[in-house]
């Protein structure tokens, strides 16, 4: 998983500079798109390949209402502080 991780990462990394250095070149474009199409499929492959061990004590989420509400919560407040800031 770390690998292809790494792997990812640095594909990004390649279609970014290939970007900055050809900003409004259309092959570089292509290539970023191409760089990112791959980089992405290297994630969903790792995703799908990776054999996930869970120890039988391992406690599954038995609630996920729990996770959800504080979610909406921090949504909540971080539209307060958004509206709050736009009010002054």
């Known amino acids: 998983m770390w690998i292809a991780t790494?792997?990812?990462?640095?594909?990004?990394?390649?279609?970014?500079?290939?970007i900055e250095i050809h900003p409004?070149?259309?092959?570089?474009?292509?290539?970023?798109?191409?760089?990112w199409a791959i980089a992405l499929l290297v994630e969903?492959?790792?995703y799908?390949?990776?054999?996930?061990?869970?120890?039988i004590s391992a406690r599954l989420m038995t609630n996920p209402m729990n996770e959800r509400l504080c979610t909406l919560t921090i949504i909540i407040i971080g539209e307060g502080e958004f509206t709050g800031i736009n009010a002054r």
Do not use: E
């Open 6 to 18: 790494g792997c990812s990462a640095t594909l990004f990394l390649v279609a970014y500079i290939i």
């Open 44 to 46: 969903a492959g790792a």
């Open 24 to 35: 409004v070149s259309r092959p570089a474009n292509v290539i970023k798109l191409v760089l």
């Open 48 to 55: 799908v390949l990776t054999p996930m061990h869970r120890a």
